[in-house]
């Protein structure tokens, strides 16, 4: 098994990790511990993840020992209608940890990290009454997925071809995450123009799911704010949530 203790120690404040054996969720687990009133800064990591859940309710499939599976409770000052940002803030962290590896990945809005056009790692985030949940799943050393999967997975020994320590890669993404989840208040224009670096959906066709149904149209930017700027016929929307976001012409 690998010995997450040393980059445990490396964790900047207030950062310090619980590793559980198996947990169905890392988000429920972590939600229990904050409603119990476990102070922010707790990475809950679980070995195996029997029940871990990804965004519209679908399964994440994270393999025990080739994947990383944790969530990061926080108890932000910012005002909670800031909170969704979070979400920003880790794809972005996820990304830079990568990079340290030497890797090139995207960000395709508004979450997920790619490498090579597949997608790599996701995030989840939930909120409490006083709390936030930030949970991220990374294929690290998977070689193999499911055959639902096969097409659009791929993992970070794979982008590398070499095998990456998962120690290294949660170290990496911690410290990225105690940095970019400071940047959701004032700084946030700062993240944005990280993201937006990376973003793989600028000039992309693209269709997608939003709360007053389906659009599709050009991608033209990424919003101060993060909102996804999509012209669509003679109409610039300004997409705050978006399910499905489909690239066209693939
Ligand atoms: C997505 O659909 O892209 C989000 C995937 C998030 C998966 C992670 S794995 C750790 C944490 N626990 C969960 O049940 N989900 C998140």
């Not at 009454?129 to 070689?143: E, K, P, S």
């Amino acid at each position: 098994m690998d010995d997450f203790t040393a980059a445990a120690a490396a964790f900047p404040d207030p950062f310090r990790l619980l590793v559980r054996e198996e947990a169905v969720s890392t988000n429920d687990e972590t939600t229990k511990l904050a409603v119990a009133g476990a102070p922010e800064g707790l990475v809950l990591l679980a070995m195996r993840q029997t029940g871990g859940r990804g965004r519209r309710g679908a399964a994440w499939f994270a393999p025990a020992g080739q994947s990383l599976a944790f969530s990061i409770l926080l108890r932000p000052a910012a005002p909670k209608v800031l909170w969704p940002r979070l979400a920003l803030a880790a794809g972005l962290a996820v990304a830079e940890a990568m990079e340290d590896f030497g890797l090139s990945p995207g960000i395709k809005w508004p979450n997920d990290i790619w490498l090579g056009g597949r997608k790599a790692a996701g995030v989840l985030v939930e909120a409490g009454a006083d709390f936030a949940v930030v949970g991220i799943g990374i294929n690290v050393n998977a070689t193999e997925f499911p055959e639902a999967l096969a097409d659009v997975a791929t993992s970070m020994q794979l982008a590398a071809a070499r095998e990456i320590a998962l120690p290294e890669a949660l170290g990496g993404v911690t410290r990225h995450f105690a940095l970019r989840s400071r940047q959701i208040g004032a700084d946030f224009p700062e993240l944005i123009g990280a993201i937006r670096e990376r973003c793989v959906l600028r000039g992309q066709r693209v269709s997608l799911l939003t709360a007053g149904g389906a659009l599709h149209g050009m991608v033209e930017d990424i919003a101060d704010g993060g909102e996804l700027l999509l012209r669509s016929h003679d109409r610039l929307h300004r997409i705050l949530q978006a399910d499905e976001v489909r690239i066209l012409d693939r």
